[in-house]
């Protein structure tokens, strides 16, 4: 399992920030690896808040870090800066591209630019010291019209349900996802906060995502799941007890 974090984002209607680290996220849902996304470019490449990050991840198993951030921002540097990590920590392990294809997507490029920014983004980082996959934000919502081949050109994708009442169809989108990219790793993302409404997700509806995420890993159809969280942890939402419960009974559960 794998926990993915933004960076100080406010959630609606709550008066209060999270004050919640990724690392410390991490630790109360006691999960070993993360997923670092850049919010709004924060935190840049080569900063002290960048390497900050990197050296409170140190005990974490996986490190995956953003070549591109929410709503598909890039400095431009993210892959020599992802290379620079890789020779310091070995826990580095991938590069994520979040809202780069599909809905949330940065708007102005061409399939044509895609295809050569994502080349470009691959031939950077094979020049790290070791081989880093690539991943991919894939939402639902776009599996029925997406771009194979673009799509394809990632390593790790991670499916995701914008809003959610649309977790009805989980199963069967990530069947989709299953029969479009076949010899892919194949994560599904659990949101805590529904974006779209800022509320929480009820109760129902994130133990249909998660007992759904159990069953697909106890099938080996999925690689992994993904929980949205620190930036929305610690401001009393209900998604956030239930989840931190419901890790706590199945964490020892022998997947495969």
């Not at 680290?21 to 919010?39: C, F, H, K, R, Y």
């Not at 993302?189 to 995502?209: F, V």
């Not at 929980?227 to 706590?248: A, H, K, Q, Y």
Request: charged share 25%.
């Amino acid at each position: 399992m794998t926990t993915t974090f933004g960076w100080g984002n406010r959630v609606k209607d709550v008066s209060k920030w999270s004050r919640i680290t990724p690392a410390e996220g991490a630790m109360i849902l006691d999960v070993p690896n993360i997923i670092m996304i850049n919010s709004d470019g924060v935190p840049v490449p080569y900063s002290a808040d960048a390497y900050g990050y990197a050296e409170s991840f140190y005990r974490m198993k996986n490190v995956v870090w953003s070549v591109t951030g929410s709503a598909g921002f890039r400095a431009g540097n993210e892959e020599e800066f992802i290379c620079r990590l890789a020779e310091k920590y070995t826990n580095i392990t991938g590069a994520y591209a979040d809202d780069f294809l599909g809905f949330g997507q940065k708007v102005g490029i061409t399939d044509s630019e895609k295809h050569g920014l994502i080349l470009e983004m691959k031939n950077k980082l094979n020049k790290a010291c070791r081989k880093l996959d690539m991943w991919l934000t894939v939402y639902a919502r776009d599996l029925q019209n997406c771009d194979v081949e673009l799509f394809g050109l990632f390593d790790a994708l991670a499916m995701w349900t914008w809003n959610y009442h649309d977790l009805k169809d989980v199963r069967n989108n990530f069947e989709l996802l299953e029969k479009k990219f076949p010899s892919k790793q194949k994560y599904l993302g659990i949101y805590i906060l529904d974006y779209p409404s800022g509320e929480a997700i009820p109760n129902e509806y994130m133990e249909l995502q998660c007992e759904n995420g159990l069953e697909l890993l106890k099938q080996g159809r999925a690689d992994g799941m993904i929980f949205l969280t620190n930036c929305v942890m610690g401001v009393g939402l209900p998604s956030e007890l239930w989840l931190r419960d419901w890790i706590d009974r199945i964490k020892n559960i022998e997947i495969r």
